[in-house]
Structures are given as C-alpha cells and as structure tokens.
C-alpha cells in the first residue's frame, strides 16, 4: 500500500486536480493521499497560504477583510467550476472562515485555523471529485484521522499515541484523503506543523499507516545533484539515503523538508519523489541504505545562505577543561541554535543562521568576554555554507582537495571548512556575493564528466 502526497503545484488549478486523480485512478496502491493547499499556477500568483495569511493580518489590524475573503474564495470557486463539483462546497468554505474569523479571539490561534483552510478545502474537493468520477474516496479531517499534537501554535508535534490512531484506517476499502500541515490538539485547537508542514503531514500518515512505499509528488521528476535554478541541466538522482537527502535538504534543497524524513527514516519506509505532470518518470528514490556507485561518491551539492560565525581565539584553549561546554551554554541561554563549529587547537567557530542571531550578537559576544576572558572574539557575517554531500565520500580519497583546488582556481576565498565525524558531508564557508561562483565552481569538478 502507498501513500501520496501532493504538493501545492499539484493542486493549483482544476487541471492540476484532474491530474491528480488520474494518478490515483491508475494506481490501486495508492490507499491514502495527504494534500497540501493551492500554490502557484503561474509565476506572479499568490499561494492560498499567503491569501489567508493577508487575511489574518487584515482581521487583527483592523481592516476591512471582505477583499481577502474573497480573494480566497474566488480560488476555490474556480477549482470547484472547472471539477463540476457541488458548488455548495464554496458556501460551506465561506461559513468556515467566517466562523474563525467570528470566534477565535486569540490571534495566534486564528491564523493556525486560516492558514489551515487551504489544506482543508482542497482535501474535501478531491474527495468529492474522485468520488464523482467513480473511484471510492472519502475526507478525514486530522481529529477523524487521529493527528494529535502538541498545543504550541504554528510549531505542531505529534503525540506518539497519533500513530495507532491512525492505523485503524488501514484496510478501509476508499481512498483515504486528509489535509495536510496541521493536527488537532487535546484542547480541541487546530495548531499547524512548521515549516513543511504538509510533507511532514504525509511522512506521519504514511507511518501510521505501515505502508510500503511513500510517493511525494511534486512540480519535478528528481531530485538533482545541484539546484537547476543555479547549474545548467544538473545530474538527475535515481536514488540516495535518508541520510544524504536530510543533509542536503537542511543546506537549501527546497523539493523535500527535512524534518518530514524523520518518521520515515524510524522505520525505513522508503520515498520516491514524483512529477505530477509526468507521473510516468520513475523519479528519485530516497531510501535507508543504497548501493554506493564507484565513480560518482559525491551524490550532491548545495549552498545556502544567510549565516554569521562568532570566532573565538584563545591559546591554549585545549587545555582548559569545560572550555567548549561554557562557550556552547552561552549560546543555549540566548536561545540560538549551533549549525556548525570547525575547531583549531586554540580557536573555534560557531556558525549560525543569521535569522536566530536578530539583535543576540552584541550580547552573545559580551557574555563570551565576561565568562571566558578570550584573547579575542571576532564577528563575521554575510556567509554561505556550501555543502557536499554523499555517502561514498567516506572511502573515496582527494574529495576535499578537489574542492579547495576549484575554490581557488575561481578565486572564492574560503573562509572556514568543517568535515563531519561521518565523512559524508564536507561544509565549507564563503562570502555571501560568491556562493554562485562557488557553486558552479565545486558542481564542475565533481560532476562535469558524468552522463
């Protein structure tokens, strides 16, 4: 049995719908599909995420919000005219907002039950569909399908008890359809997951369910070496490890959240990422141990940015005992997560993302000089990390070399390196305006004689 989830791009338009089931109509393992909101049909659109987003802020400043609604609605309007669906759906979506809008004062938790309106809508409107055209489906909400989560508004985690819940769906004769992106707390409140939210929707689903294959549909056939947006018709990928797609995916690979892995990868359900608009292509397949391919140990490359590394020099640094310990605490009492430290023997690097830095640094820094007494601290800012990846990396030799060598010979000053305990990752950091240079720099060196 498969689960299927679709993205927003899947399910943008009446068209896209129709696409969808198609898919399921020819697939009979597919027992569960998991649906994200309406995003983008063409380039300059606006996500129906961000429609009901604008129109949380309209409600609690004030505004007069009807334009937004309608914005909203006339979406769904179009999807539901195009599918010849019941049209009463619409007037059963507008009572719904407006109920939110009318009877949650709270403002955080109003926008958890808009923004969770997009999933919701367009989970009932494939249900209806695929019903109309002959193929057995019916809508859960979470609460009918036994999401549970924490009640933290916009940072959802299931409850464990969530899984059995959701096992007693399987084996029911229809197509199972749930919204994606949110749960329902003890408290009855509807509380959205974080970022990826709807990927990580269908990873719990597809666990709960036991099933054999995770199928993740998306705007593109594979997952790629390199992001296509900055390489030139990068290496399409057949297969790689939860392992290296978590690594990859954490470093700006944006096709699958890095989080949404984690219940697969507990119990080793495999993933293959899938092109709605070709559904025919095999795609990507993400799995939890793979056949290592002798000439090609770097399985991908990306590059991210917007981090700050704080640089802290002290001699004989080595020899101070609960040195890194009180340098690490400082950071966990400021609330800022570490992405990275490479280490000399009398100095350190804590690399962070600058968003988690937003007005900690000058304090950050004081702390460091008050509790450590350094000989210096040092601030740099405006840092991409560029991270290669791959599994094969660990029992191939020269990789760090060929990448220092393309680094210099387009001349990207590096600013710092770090090779995890692992040897499946090497990170190296450069200045934000040469991250492109970098990219193309280190692709061609690893990839530019492959097929």
């Known amino acids: ?21 198609k ?8 027992g569960a599909v998991v649906v994200s909101a309406p995003g983008k049909r063409f380039e300059d659109d606006i996500k129906v995420t961000d429609l009901l987003i604008a129109l949380h802020a309209n409600k609690i400043t004030g505004l007069p919000y009807n334009e937004a609604l309608d914005a ?9 005219t195009g599918l010849e669906i019941d049209f009463n759906l619409l007037d ?3 009572k719904t907002i407006l109920s939110y809008l009318e009877n949650i004062s709270d403002n955080d938790r109003l926008l958890d039950a808009l923004k969770s309106c997009g999933e919701d809508f367009n989970a009932q409107m494939l249900a209806e569909y695929l019903s109309q055209e002959g193929t057995s489906a019916k809508y859960y909400s979470p609460e009918e399908a036994g999401i549970y989560v924490t009640d933290e508004s916009s940072n959802a985690q299931l409850l464990d008890e969530s899984y059995d819940k959701i096992a007693e769906l399987k084996n029911r004769e229809e197509v199972i359809v749930i919204p994606g992106f949110f749960g329902i707390s003890k408290n009855g409140n509807i509380v959205t997951f974080p ?31 390199a992001h296509p947006g900055f390489i030139d018709n990068p290496h399409a990928i057949e297969e790689l490890t939860y392992r290296e797609m978590r690594e990859l995916s954490y470093s700006g690979f944006g096709i699958f959240h890095d989080e949404a892995l984690e219940p697969l990868y507990q119990v080793k359900i495999p993933v293959m990422i899938k092109n709605t608009n070709a559904p025919e ?18 399985i991908g490359i990306s590059c991210d940015v917007g981090f700050t590394a704080i640089s802290v020099k002290d001699y004989l640094m080595n020899r101070q005992v609960g040195y890194m310990r009180k340098l690490l605490q400082i950071f966990e009492n400021h609330q800022v997560s570490v992405e990275h430290m490479p280490s000399g023997i009398d100095n350190i690097s804590i690399i962070v993302r600058n968003k988690n830095l937003e007005g900690k640094a000058e304090s950050i820094t004081e ?22 990846v791959g599994e094969g990396m660990e029992y191939t030799v ?21 090779q995890g305990a692992s040897e499946s990752s090497m990170v190296f950091a450069v200045k934000m305006d040469e991250y492109d240079k970098a990219l193309n720099a280190v692709y061609n060196e690893y990839f530019r004689n492959i097929d």
């Open 1 to 21: 049995m498969k689960v299927a989830k679709f993205g927003g791009s899947s399910l943008s338009s009446s068209t896209q719908l129709k696409k969808v089931s």
């Open 23 to 30: 898919i399921i109509q020819n697939d009979s393992d597919i």
């Open 72 to 80: 909203i609605l006339s979406r769904y309007e179009e999807i539901i």
């Open 92 to 94: 059963k979506f507008r």
């Open 195 to 225: 970022r990826g939210g709807s990927d990580i929707s269908g990873a719990i689903v597809a666990r709960g369910l036991n099933a054999e294959m995770y199928e993740n549909y998306t705007d593109q056939s594979h997952i790629y070496s």
């Open 281 to 298: 292509i095999e795609g990507t397949k993400i799995v939890s141990k793979r056949e290592l391919i002798k000439d090609i140990p770097v």
């Open 367 to 388: 702390d460091i000089n008050d509790q450590l007494e350094p000989e210096k601290v040092e601030t740099e800012g405006n840092l991409a990390l560029l991270v290669i």
């Open 398 to 418: 020269g990789l760090a070399n060929k990448a220092t060598k393309a680094l210099t010979e387009n001349d990207v000053n590096i600013r710092m390196m770090n």
